[in-house]
């Protein structure tokens, strides 16, 4: 009779959030192509979330689809029970769903953005990483997550109260949960993009000058793309990233040095 203690470790089952678009699409190809089962959320473009997982069953891996506002609290309830009844626990998660900053001076913002704001990039990884905790410690087991945080978690821009305060508290939410999730061998760490090419630069995309003009201050020479943001999100999800937790690694091209030159 097979002895239990030599069965299979659990199937790693991932979330994505945002991985319909950016980013997130990247990151949940990637990870689906790697032999892991992948929910992915999106907001509001079913087509655009149908197209990701033709990609991934297209290579061979399995994924589904959940329409989620990732800062409400019963929309992401409802969402980890759906990838719970279809995969199994969750063990992976990658918080890459997020709003750009609004450009607006601080006082000309709405409260109502702010929220807005705060709602989709901090509210929404504390959510889901408090239902993923809360699952894999029930189960005794461990796991990872990735915070799809920013430069500008520490690198503020006028107008950007909104989204700088949100990634600035998303770095210490990062922090701290990787503290005290560590001793039940959950790994939280961060990835702080600069400038990638996803429909949030879809300005810099559709305009060769301004995208001339922004790839010009990137001392790389170039901006980001995507794909290179889920290598990282990828190799920090894999067994060679055990014991690396509570950081957040900077991909930018070396854009965050920048600053104060000159002077
Ligand atoms: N692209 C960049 O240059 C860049 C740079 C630094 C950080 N980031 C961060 O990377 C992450 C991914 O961005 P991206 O570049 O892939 O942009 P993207 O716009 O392509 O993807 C973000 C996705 O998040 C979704 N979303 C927004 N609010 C949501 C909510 N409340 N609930 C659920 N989904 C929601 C959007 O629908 C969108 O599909 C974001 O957190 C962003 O702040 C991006």
Redesign the pocket.
């Known amino acids: 009779m097979a002895d239990a203690s030599f069965s299979k470790p659990p199937q790693s089952v991932a979330i994505v959030?945002?991985g319909?678009?950016?980013?997130?699409r990247a990151a949940a190809l990637k990870i689906a192509i790697g032999g892991t089962p992948v929910v992915i959320?999106?907001?509001?473009?079913r087509g655009a979330a149908d197209a990701v997982l033709a990609e991934i069953e297209h290579a061979g891996g399995h994924g589904i689809a959940v329409q989620?506002?990732?800062?409400d609290e019963q929309a992401v309830e409802a969402l980890f029970a759906h990838a719970e009844a279809e995969f199994g626990i969750v063990d992976r998660l990658v918080n890459?769903?997020?709003?750009?900053m609004s450009g607006v001076m601080l006082r000309d913002m709405e409260l109502a953005q702010f929220d807005r704001l705060m709602?989709?990039?901090l509210y929404?990884p504390f959510l889901t990483c408090r239902r993923m905790v809360r699952a894999l410690e029930d189960a005794g087991r461990g796991g990872r997550i990735v915070n799809?945080?920013?430069?500008h978690e520490k690198a503020p821009r006028s107008g950007g109260v909104d989204y700088d305060a949100a990634?600035g508290g998303l770095a210490q939410l990062t922090a701290t949960l990787a503290l005290e999730l560590a001793p039940k061998q959950i790994a939280v760490n961060g990835v702080a993009?600069?400038?990638?090419l996803?429909?949030?630069?879809q300005s810099a995309l559709d305009h060769p000058e301004e995208l001339k003009r922004k790839e010009a201050a990137i001392p790389w020479g170039r901006a980001g793309t995507?794909e290179e943001v889920a290598e990282l999100i990828a190799f920090l999800l894999s067994p060679a990233a055990d014991y690396i937790t509570g950081t957040t690694v900077t991909i930018d091209g070396a854009l965050s040095l920048t600053v104060a030159q000159g002077a």
């Open positions: 959030t945002g319909e678009s950016g980013i997130g959320t999106y907001f509001a473009d989620t506002d990732v800062g890459s769903a997020g709003l750009n709602r989709a990039d929404g799809i945080s920013s430069i990634k993009p600069g400038m990638i996803t429909p949030m630069n995507p």
